[in-house]
């Protein structure tokens, strides 16, 4: 996918109001140093919703940005479009996931409560 189209499908899957997950390059973004250690493309998480709020999540057609949350410190990340991998979309918003427990009943699992 080329980084227009990248964008493009960024802003439509978004615009659901669901999470996006970015794998990326990370020696072409801007990203926390640590982050540069791994060996492999790494993913990070983009939303509206996200369970920490994205305040400044900025969608533009040159790169995806925002400050997120690494272990309670944060860090403004910037991930071009040229260093993205792929795009997709992961489940819905985390303050919209339904809880649903399972009750254990002798030994099975009994979805009744």
Request: proline share 8%; charged share 20%; glycine share 8%.
């Amino acid at each position: 996918m080329s980084a227009s189209e990248l964008y493009r499908k960024a802003l439509q899957l978004l615009a659901t109001g669901r999470m996006l997950r970015v794998t990326f390059e990370q020696r072409h973004a801007s990203v926390p140093s640590f982050c540069l250690d791994q060996l492999t493309p790494i993913s990070l998480d983009f939303g509206r919703r996200a369970p920490t709020p994205i305040e400044d999540l900025e969608v533009t057609p040159e790169a995806i940005s925002g400050t997120l949350r690494f272990g309670g410190a944060y860090h403004h990340c910037v991930i071009p479009w040229s260093a993205v991998y792929a795009i997709q979309l992961i489940g819905p918003a985390p303050a919209a996931r339904a809880w649903n427990p399972v009750v254990l009943k002798g030994g099975k699992a009994d979805g009744s409560n």
